[in-house]
């Protein structure tokens, strides 16, 4: 169990344009949602908290109206990469809390701003 | 906020050494304390953690210890396997809250 799934697993896509990227827990219930990024070489910065039904939580940094979250259930989450610039480029991984303490990764997502 | 740091930040072995990373923290409200390893390209997956009210858990070749009063906390692999060669990643959180990140160390196993 504890399975997420995160779509598509790598991008390219042009500057200026928008992506959007989904994360789904697949066998269980998920009220909180979390996004990172991760350049080459690097740690985990989290982006973003999402919960559902609401709004999400930004990190010190993070432009909210950049990196749109929106968390629609409690299976689905996802991350809109607004007006995407090569700087944007990088590995963007989500998670999902199965309980008050764990969280299970999805495979990322390889995004590419040309 | 927490702030975590982890050491080293690589560290090579020969193959069925013993491996020991280290990562302190500075949130004394921190509780729980998970160990994720990343291969390539991969996702992070959590291979063990443990939670405040215990000083060290083990599973098979790999160990937690756990110093609430020193804010450290330490990843064990013994009898360590090539395929073991990976990055490894401590966090701390507060139950609920989200994972705060060490730098990570990159474990390689010398066959």
């Known amino acids: 169990g504890a399975v997420v799934s995160q779509h598509p697993s790598w991008v390219i896509c042009k500057s200026g344009t928008s992506v959007k990227i989904e994360c789904r827990s697949l066998d269980f219930q998920a009220t909180t949602m979390f996004w990172y990024r991760q350049f080459p070489k690097q740690s985990l910065m989290l982006m973003a908290t999402s919960n559902e039904g609401s709004k999400a939580t930004y990190e010190q940094g993070v432009e909210k109206d950049k990196f749109l979250i929106n968390h629609a259930s409690l299976t689905l989450s996802t991350l809109t990469v607004t007006s995407a610039h090569p700087e944007d480029s990088s590995f963007y991984i989500c998670?999902?809390?199965?309980?008050?303490?764990?969280?299970?990764f999805g495979p990322g997502t390889r995004l590419t701003v040309t | 906020g927490e702030n975590v740091e982890q050491h080293p930040s690589t560290l090579s072995v020969q193959e069925g050494d013993s491996a020991v990373i280290k990562c302190t923290y500075s949130?004394?409200?921190?509780?729980?304390f998970p160990w994720y390893k990343q291969e390539l390209g991969k996702r992070p997956q959590l291979i063990i953690d443990i939670r405040s009210n215990v000083g060290e858990k083990k599973d098979q070749r790999i160990a937690v210890t756990l110093n609430k009063t020193a804010k450290h906390f330490s990843l064990h692999i013994t009898e360590t396997q090539p395929e073991d060669s990976a990055v490894y990643f401590c966090?701390?959180?507060?139950?609920?809250?989200?994972?705060?990140f060490g730098g990570g160390t990159r474990l390689m196993v010398k066959p």
């Open positions: 949130d004394s409200a921190s509780n729980y």
């Open positions: 966090a701390a959180s507060r139950q609920g809250n989200m994972l705060t």
């Open positions: 998670s999902a809390s199965r309980n008050v303490y764990e969280q299970y």
